[in-house]
């Protein structure tokens, strides 16, 4: 299977198995992901609410995107202080851009990694699901790991990233010129290591430097993850 084959295959099968399991039930408030890969997670709920094998659907998006597309597919969506909300999901389900073998995960490759850690630090349940591309032994050293900045701090949180070893990048927008500006009006720089970090102690080493609103490294949500392979197989861990 190619990678969009991948990523359809992994998003229905999680969908299908929290439905199965009764995780996915009537009434419950879901934080929707990001990506192309949480795309078609959010495409099989709405097929479900559609068919009315699921009913009253509380969705909150993790970034415009996904707004966007819960809108075009008929999924009420509401803000996460909304008084129905109240702050905590019962579910959340997003892609991952690098996932380690203890299911620590990069993810903000899309500059939605504040929103997306709000919403999954504060679900009872977190779903992952990815393509077998997304899986290595070390994060940070092929995909760099996102960090979401105050614009102004950008030199100082240059310099205390290079001294944790990164090599820094500001990320520039695609088709537009200047950085790329997030859905909270923010920068983003991304940080590669040439040798491995611990993502866990990282986490919070970067979270501490002043003007640095949020980092990609997620290794706190104990997530289920599910992995779609080239051979139509899909790998599930932590379900």
């Known amino acids: 299977m190619n990678q969009d084959e991948q990523k359809q295959l992994v998003a229905k099968t999680a969908v299908d198995a929290l ?11 879901i934080g929707m992901g990001t990506g192309s890969t949480a795309l078609p997670a959010v495409k099989r709920i709405s ?17 415009y995107q996904t707004e966007n597309a819960c809108a075009a597919w008929k999924i009420p969506t509401y803000a996460f202080y909304d ?10 389900i997003d892609g991952a851009d690098e996932i380690d073998n203890n299911n620590n995960l990069i993810k903000g490759g899309g500059a939605a990694l504040l929103r997306e850690k709000i919403i999954e630090y504060n679900s009872a349940k977190v779903v992952i699901v ?6 290595v032994k070390t994060l940070g050293t092929k995909f760099p790991l996102p960090v979401e900045i105050v614009p102004d701090a950008y030199a100082a949180i240059k310099r205390e990233l290079e001294k944790l070893g990164a ?21 983003i720089v991304d ?12 986490e919070n080493l970067i979270n501490q430097i002043t003007g640095v609103v949020e980092n990609g490294f997620f290794t706190k949500a104990n997530p289920s993850v599910f992995i779609a392979k080239e051979d139509g197989t899909v790998e599930i861990r932590n379900f």
Request: charged share 25%; net charge neutral; aromatic share 6%.
């Open 191 to 202: 940080c590669l290591w040439k040798e491995p970090v611990n993502p866990i102690e990282f």
């Open 47 to 63: 097929e479900l609410l559609a068919n009315g094998t699921l009913k009253d659907i509380k969705a909150v998006a993790t970034s």
């Open 83 to 92: 008084i129905k909300i109240n702050g905590h999901l019962d579910l959340a």
């Open 130 to 135: 990815a393509d077998s591309s997304k899986l």
């Open 19 to 29: 439905l199965e399991k009764g995780l996915i039930f009537d009434g419950m408030k």
């Open 167 to 187: 090599t820094v990048t500001l990320r520039e927008g695609l088709r537009k010129y200047g950085p790329v500006i997030t859905d909270n009006g923010n920068q």
